[in-house]
């Protein structure tokens, strides 16, 4: 599967964004990630299969929804009140299990990932 990740820019502190993510053939769980300089990959949002469920993490929780739309094979995240905290390249994956809204989710979860699209907020 070949994921393609875009809508990254700049956008000023307090305003939204929303990325979204392409992927070559169905996908079942899908996720996004983020890395800022300096600091690992972490996790951002992961959806199921079929868009049902999904979990944001905490640092973003409030201010993050993710989408997916199977007949286009396309996963979006929204994000409002961004932060410049918030700055990063941010990463769509794809993996085989949702593991629910408990579960700590790491880069090993998902098994294909996109290119990353950055994201800068500016204060």
């Known amino acids: 599967v070949q994921l393609q990740a875009s809508g990254g820019g700049m956008v000023q502190a307090g305003g939204s964004l929303r990325l979204s993510c392409a992927a070559s053939?169905?996908?079942?769980?899908m996720g996004w990630f983020r890395q800022a300089p300096g600091k690992e990959r972490e996790f951002v949002a992961a959806i199921s299969r079929t868009g049902e469920y999904s979990v944001c993490a905490d640092s973003v929780k409030g201010r993050c929804t993710i989408s997916r739309d199977n007949a286009k094979n396309t996963v979006d995240l929204e994000m409002s009140s961004l932060k410049p905290k918030d700055t990063a390249v941010y990463y769509c994956?794809?993996?085989?299990?949702?593991?629910?809204?408990?579960?700590?989710?790491?880069?090993?979860?998902?098994?294909?990932w996109g290119q990353g699209t950055l994201v800068t907020v500016s204060s």
């Open positions: 994956g794809s993996g085989r299990i949702y593991y629910g809204d408990s579960y700590s989710y790491t880069t090993g979860t998902f098994d294909y």
């Open positions: 053939a169905r996908t079942l769980a």
